[in-house]
């Protein structure tokens, strides 16, 4: 019951996150590195909603919709995201039927 799951992010200033990028937890493991509970696994910016999405696997991810996770970059930025559905645009399909 506890994996990684996949879920659909948003970050929440607009950035794109960087591929790969691992969400940080709290506390630290056996090894003195801090816990990872995701990572994501495509990402890119949608003109259409102004903002980056991305898709990733994350602990318990579908239980957490609505959390926001801090994901590390390699540039030195921290960047945060919000778990939410992994259909970003038109879930009922409407846009077909125009």
Known sequence: PNRWKL??????????LPDGAYAVG???NENGQRNMI?????TYHSPTLDRGIAMGLVLNGP???GEVLRFPGTDGKTYEARIVDPVFYDKEGEKQNV
């Open 38 to 42: 995701g990572r994501v696994t495509s």
């Open 7 to 16: 879920v659909g992010l948003e970050t929440t200033d607009g950035s794109t």
């Open 26 to 28: 709290e506390g630290e």
């Open 63 to 65: 239980d957490r919709m």
